[in-house]
């Protein structure tokens, strides 16, 4: 909420304060998302859904016990 009336001048927040607070937002509501369809695949007994290994070293590296 940032109105000026209520807030104050020196009470609201700045632009850059804004920008990071839409990206934690942003970021969280996708982890949410994802998590939510895979939870959901998972009781539907679907496997593999959203499960993209980061980097191609990572599933190899399960596979030798690391």
């Known amino acids: 909420m940032n109105d ?3 807030m104050g001048e020196r009470g609201i927040n700045g632009a850059a304060s804004n ?3 839409g990206v934690v937002v942003g ?3 996708v982890l949410g ?3 939510v369809i895979r ?3 998972t009781s539907a007994g679907v ?3 959203l ?4 980097v191609r070293g990572a599933r190899q590296g399960r596979k030798r016990g690391r």
């Open 39 to 41: 939870a959901a695949a």
């Open 27 to 29: 970021v969280t509501m």
């Open 33 to 35: 998302v994802s998590a």
């Open 4 to 6: 000026r009336t209520l």
């Open 47 to 49: 496997a593999g859904v």
């Open 51 to 54: 499960a993209v290994p980061v």
């Open 19 to 21: 920008a990071v607070t």
